[in-house]
T-cell receptor
Framework: NAGVTQTPKFQVLKTGQSMTLQCAQD?????MSWYRQDPGMGLRLIHY???????DQGEVPNGYNVSRSTTEDFPLRLLSAAPSQTSVYFC?????????????FGEGSRLTVL | GESVGLHLPTLSVQEGDNSIINCAYS??????FIWYKQESGKGPQFIID?????DKRQGQRVTVLLNKTVKHLSLQIAATQPGDSAVYFC?????????????FGTGTKLQVIP
């Protein structure tokens, strides 16, 4: 099983450039989310989606856009990269109205903005 | 000077001993409390969760205790093994109106001494 797949695994950008981090899941999960992980700060929620066409902001949404056109895919867009966006990004998914706390995570995308 | 938050609290445990990792949470309305394990270079992996109306839950070699009076959560790992070395995160899953909002703590690094 592929689970949650993130691409690319590594990316270096210059300030002001744009890019999209891809996330795909093959578990038919309604809920998908993006987190960023910075040293010593745990994971912080950027955006999440509870189904196709429905997205909402998390704790740190500024500088990021998302869309959810299909159940499987949830791309994260950086419109104008800044050094403060240097981080490791994780995509996670689960069933909606989950009767547990479990999220399924991808392996992460490490982004460096120069 | 040293920046706050860059260094994870570390717990060093002798192989074979029991480990106890503690976490303080903030949201009394959270529906689930969860423990995740993150190995170096990988995404977080679900270990165990506990519903807010429970005090204790046991899994294979792991036990989670919830003390709602003092908003405290702990993870006990029995007979700690080298493969348990990782960063452990507690998380809260709040489900207002069915939407999931998972908030993570900053993590504790577990080092197992052979």
């Amino acid at each position: 099983n592929a689970g949650v797949t993130q691409t690319p695994k590594f990316q270096v950008l210059k300030t002001g450039q744009s890019m999209t981090l891809q996330c795909a899941q093959d578990m038919n999960h309604e809920y998908m989310s993006w987190y960023r992980q910075d040293p010593g700060m745990g994971l912080r929620l950027i955006h999440y989606s509870v189904g196709a066409g429905i997205t909402d902001q998390g704790e740190v949404p500024n500088g990021y856009n998302v869309s959810r056109s299909t159940t499987e895919d949830f791309p994260l867009r950086l419109l104008s990269a800044a050094p403060s966006q240097t981080s490791v990004y994780f995509c996670a998914s689960s069933y909606y109205l989950l009767d547990t706390g479990e999220l399924f995570f991808g392996e992460g995308s490490r982004l460096t903005v120069l | 000077g040293e920046s706050v938050g860059l260094h994870l609290p570390t717990l060093s445990v002798q192989e074979g001993d029991n480990s106890i990792i503690n976490c303080a949470y903030s949201n009394s309305a959270s529906d689930y409390f969860i423990w995740y394990k993150q190995e170096s270079g990988k995404g977080p992996q679900f270990i165990i969760d506990i519903r807010s109306n429970m005090d204790k839950r046991q899994g294979q070699r792991v036990t989670v205790l919830l003390n709602k009076t003092v908003k405290h959560l702990s993870l006990q790992i029995a007979a700690t093994q080298p493969g348990d070395s990782a960063v452990y995160f507690c998380a809260e899953n709040h489900q207002p109106g069915g939407y999931q909002k998972v908030t993570f703590g900053t993590g504790t690094k577990l080092q197992v001494i052979p």
